[in-house]
């Protein structure tokens, strides 16, 4: 929803409530069968996956500068960038807040929280090295990537994680999400 408010476009938004299953329902299954969010309708296509919803709405507004466009290697190491949010790092996230979707058998949700937190150390690690040397993720501008970034690192103190530990994580969270894009989409979220 926030690449959405940085466009400007008029959209209509239907939350989709994981924790009740809503992804799995035969309602939206008829929309995106993979049961996965987020779904991006654009006539009558269905795009789905995070990461090409992003670059579609990069390409098509250009002037939202959601992501670098022009240069091959900057526009592939943005890419790389959202991969690693999409891949390295949700999953990460998913693991700490919902483990037993990785493994239901009694007793095993501490040690899939202690695993998925080891390694979520790790990766924070990384984007904290990398803000400690520019203002967001892809240098001197912010990107979509930046969200991204924040979505994860605002879900990671509540799962243990010490924010005193990542002083570049806390300070690109609190500018990433006071961009008016972001208050809005936050508020309609809200709202709705």
Known sequence: MIALEETGIAYAAMPVILANGEQLTDAYRKLNPKGKVPALRVGDHMLTETIAILDYLAKLYPKAALLP???????????????WCASGLHPL?????????????????????????NEMIVQLGIAEERLTHQNWLLGRQWSIADTYLAWVWGRCPESGIDPA????????????????????????EKNS
């Not at 466009?69 to 991969?83: C, S």
């Not at 990433?176 to 208050?183: D, I, N």
Request: hydrophobic share 40%; net charge positive.
């Open 69 to 83: 466009i022009g240069d091959p290697l900057v526009e592939a190491t943005a890419l790389a960038t959202l991969a």
């Open 93 to 117: 996230v998913t693991r700490l807040r919902l483990p037993q979707k990785f493994c239901d058998h009694p007793g095993t949700a501490d040690r899939v929280r202690e695993l998925a937190r």
């Open 165 to 188: 530990s990542y002083p570049e994580l806390v300070r690109h969270y609190q500018q990433t999400m006071a961009r008016p894009a972001a208050c809005r989409a936050i508020q309609r």
